[in-house]
C-alpha cells in the first residue's frame, strides 16, 4: 500500500514538474484560436448540413 500511495506522490510531483516546463499561450493568442475553431466547426457543420440535404433529396429523387 505504502508503495502505491508513493508512486502516486511521484506521479503528481513529475506531472506538476512538466506543466511548469509548457509555454502557454497569450490571452490574446488563446481569443485568436478559439474563435477560429469555433468558426472552422460551423463552416463544417454548414458543410455537412447541405451534404445531407443534398444525399437525402438525390435519394428521394431515386427512389420514386
Known sequence: M??????????ISDTINEL????WPARNE???STILVIVTVFILALFVSLIDILS????TLISR
Open 2 to 11: 505504502n508503495n502505491w500511495l508513493g508512486r502516486l506522490r511521484q506521479f
Open 20 to 23: 511548469r516546463k509548457c509555454s
Open 30 to 32: 488563446l481569443f485568436e
Open 56 to 59: 437525402m433529396e438525390f435519394i
